[in-house]
């Protein structure tokens, strides 16, 4: 079956920086396109970021991460990153790898449990 477990989650105080991992398995990691998505309380599930199979050929951002977070992967490992530099408040959020849907949109066929991202004074 497959299986995404996040990791990496934490408090952060402004401006600080995080990484965020996702073990992956139960199915072929090296062939499949993979992405973030995240959660704020009280708020839909937004779609963070996307990073084809091969891992240096499609990258996309949200608007609201672009040029502070990193999206890449390890095929070699089965495993997904995600860094993130210059949090936000506004960042907060249950953050979640997901496997399937649209690469630009919070869409998927397979999602991990999450990991809390808590950024605050």
């Known amino acids: 079956a497959v299986q995404l477990v996040e990791s990496g989650g934490g408090l952060v105080q402004p401006g600080g920086s995080l990484r965020l991992f996702c073990a992956a398995s139960?199915?072929?990691?090296?062939?499949?396109?993979m992405k973030w998505v995240r959660q704020a309380p009280g708020k839909g599930l937004e779609w963070v970021s996307f990073?084809?199979?091969?891992?240096?050929?499609?990258?996309f951002y949200a608007d609201s991460v672009k040029g502070r977070f990193t999206i890449s992967r390890d095929n070699s490992n089965n495993t997904l990153y995600l860094q993130m530099n210059a949090l936000r408040t506004e960042d907060s959020a249950m953050y979640y790898c997901?496997?399937?849907?649209?690469?630009?949109?919070?869409?998927?066929?397979?999602r991990g449990q999450g990991t809390q991202v808590t950024v605050s004074s």
């Open positions: 139960g199915f072929s990691f090296r062939t499949h396109d």
């Open positions: 997901a496997l399937g849907g649209d690469p630009s949109a919070p869409t998927y066929n397979y």
């Open positions: 990073i084809d199979y091969t891992g240096y050929g499609r990258i």
